[in-house]
């Protein structure tokens, strides 16, 4: 991590509106620049002393990293250090968990995600999640990708539109195109994935939060998914949580190591941020001993 | 887990004994018999218990049945001093009555039970629960004496006064809002709606928390807010569940007796002025049975006869509509 920009950039005042977010989407959705995987792509996400809470107890500490533009970044490391956890601050999922609770700075292009002016719903709008579990609605395959273009007031006539382009986007319209009025249930597991993630796209985020996307697939499944985000991340930034660590090196261009931390105690466990890097580096030369025992397989 | 101890591999029998005690009745035989015994004779009893019901009521209405026949199932006229035994009129107001309790159940009860599983926060809820299951505990003819007391004055009021009277006026939708003493079809109704909102909410309640937390955190990260979730995703997958307490509660609200009894204004007629009073069949039964003998007699215990017909078709009527509406959601 570079020192001096960054300082500045904690300096800016966290008073933000619901207008600055707008504003800033709209940037953000305008910015067509090309896929750079440079280092100095534009920083996105500005994490600085994050911590979330369940209650008192203290599920994750201290995070600190950026999340780059254009650009898959993986979060890594063993069951419960919290690689979840964080990843739902990012989108304010926590909001919906009695007694959970962020401290410390997210900003989002300069803006506090927390900040008291913020709205998660439009946040969510902005900041896409795919989960572990394929999550479609019981509804048509054409009604679960135009789902969340109708509540963000899209047109009739443009929803047809949407649901092609989105699905096309996912892979998976011409498995679907003559089916698109029967049930989203009666898909393979691995279409279900494809179709949350066109659900997700349809909503034009800037940024895609995928949780374990492929643990309840199988490889075959799973490649279609990984090379799907290989195609779309010249448009969207992409966070991905992942217990397989093939898989983070193949996807992503940076790594965040996370592991646990037992409090002697309480007899609890906090999940500590390791090492965050460049993937090549973290899993060719990590500089962190914790980070190569588990990269190699000694650890987790 | 720890490693097996090497004892504990010398203990496990050679491979040629492995299986050799695995036929046989065993310990496990005659328990699960005696089990699946007791099991079968409860399922029969209430075979049994409904038979007899059946046979009962048949057997005791039965010189009605035979002697009045078609006058009797479908006779407009319930006067039993001058010896007419129509039950229509009793039908019609058994259904209106229930028709509008359920109508006013149910969007307070929905809405009582989203409240409970969207909005409180968790250390209120089981406070709410506690209030709601309270109203359940009410007894019937408590509610019966609060809607003569305080409820039909007022409705009196109401009804004769301002919105209702202009209603009164229009055309065809005018019939049903027509002179009110206070005590009717709409005064009984509204009563009942208070008695089955407990069971509709605490069954939709559990419905509502069924719906999976991955299918609510589907919609919200899209950018729903809590009514475009609760709308998009808790609803349809309740829509089984919540036919199933509607119609639970309209059972209950047809055979609601000591309440109605009180409010209904024991005028058996088919009137389309729900303001209007009327009879239904468990308050009719009630009000008369002790005095009853004779065919009079004989027509009351008939009643009950229908009544258990009109409330077994309504509750199988609610389980294939469940089932309906479960397969649809699922597409299959």
């Known amino acids: 991590m570079t020192g001096s920009e960054k300082l500045e950039e904690d300096d800016v005042p966290p008073e933000t509106t619901t207008e600055d977010l707008l504003r800033l989407g709209d940037i953000a959705s305008g910015s067509e620049q090309p896929p750079a995987a440079q280092p100095e792509a534009p920083v996105v996400f500005d994490v600085r002393d994050l911590s979330v809470f369940y209650g008192s107890f203290r599920a994750v500490r201290n995070v600190d990293f950026e999340i780059h533009q254009h650009q898959v970044t993986a979060f890594i490391g063993p069951s419960g250090c919290g690689k979840t956890t964080v990843l739902r601050s990012f989108n304010r999922m926590h909001d919906l968990t009695e007694g959970a609770r962020v401290e410390g700075t997210l900003n989002y292009h300069g803006i506090d995600l927390y900040g008291a002016d913020v709205n998660a719903v439009e946040v969510r709008r902005r900041i896409g999640m795919v989960f572990q579990k394929p999550n479609p609605f019981p509804k048509s395959i054409y009604d679960n990708v135009a789902y969340g273009p109708k509540l963000a007031g899209a047109k009739r006539s443009e929803l047809d539109d949407i649901v092609q382009r989105s699905l096309e986007q996912a892979a998976l319209w011409d498995e679907v195109k003559d089916r698109l009025k029967k049930s989203a249930l009666g898909l393979s597991g691995g279409q279900q994935q494809r179709l949350c993630i066109a659900r997700t796209v349809a909503v034009e985020p800037e940024v895609i939060l995928m949780d374990e996307p492929c643990s309840a697939l199988d490889p075959i499944a799973t490649g279609r998914i990984e090379d799907l985000m290989d195609e779309i991340k010249a448009q969207y930034t992409i966070i991905i949580v992942t217990h397989n660590m093939q898989q983070a090196a193949r996807v992503s261009d940076r790594c965040a190591f996370f592991t646990t931390e037992v409090n002697e105690q309480s007899d609890t466990r906090t999940g500590i941020l390791v090492e965050f890097d460049a993937t090549e580096k973290m899993f060719s030369n990590p500089s962190d001993e914790r980070t190569e025992n588990y990269v190699t397989g000694r650890f987790g | ?332």
Do not use: C
Request: aromatic residues 8%.
């Open chain 2, 1 to 332: 887990m720890s490693a097996v101890s090497p004892q504990g591999l010398a203990e496990r029998p050679a491979p040629s004994e492995i299986g050799s005690d695995l036929g046989g009745r065993g310990r496990g035989g005659r328990t699960d018999q005696a089990f699946r015994l007791l099991a079968l004779l409860a399922g029969l009893s209430i075979l049994a218990i409904l038979a007899l019901i059946a046979f009962s009521t048949i057997q005791k209405g039965w010189p009605a049945f035979s002697k009045l026949g078609t006058d009797y199932f479908f006779g407009t006229q319930w006067k039993p001093r001058s010896g007419q035994f129509g039950i229509l009129p009793l039908v019609y107001g058994t259904f209106v009555v229930a028709a509008i309790a359920v109508v006013f159940a149910i969007p307070v009860s929905l809405g009582i039970a989203m409240f409970m599983t969207e909005v409180v926060p968790r250390r209120f809820r089981f406070g709410a629960i506690t209030i709601v299951d309270l109203l359940a505990a009410v007894p019937s003819v408590v509610f019966g004496l609060w809607g003569i007391r305080i409820l039909a004055p007022k409705l009196d009021h109401i009804f004769g006064n301002g919105f209702f009277r202009f209603l009164g006026d229009i055309p065809i939708v005018g019939n049903l809002f027509g002179d009110s003493s206070g005590r009717g079809f709409m005064t009984a109704g509204i009563v009942v709606a208070l008695m089955i909102t407990p069971i509709i909410t605490s069954v939709t309640r559990e419905v509502f928390a069924t719906v999976p937390r991955n299918d609510k955190e589907g919609a919200l990260a899209l950018g729903a807010t809590r009514w475009e979730m609760i709308r998009g995703v808790v609803l349809p997958h309740s829509s089984g569940g919540i036919t199933g307490a509607v119609m639970l509660g309209l059972g209950r609200a047809l055979g609601e007796t000591i309440a109605v009894a009180l409010l209904i204004g024991a005028n058996p007629q088919i009137s389309a002025n729900l303001l209007g009073t009327g009879e239904t069949i468990p308050a009719q039964i009630a009000r008369q049975l002790s005095e009853a003998n004779g065919l009079f007699r004989s027509a009351l215990i008939g009643l009950g006869f229908v009544l258990f017909i009109i409330t077994i078709a309504v509750n199988v009527t609610a389980r294939r509509l469940v089932v309906v509406m479960d397969r649809r959601l699922k597409g299959a």
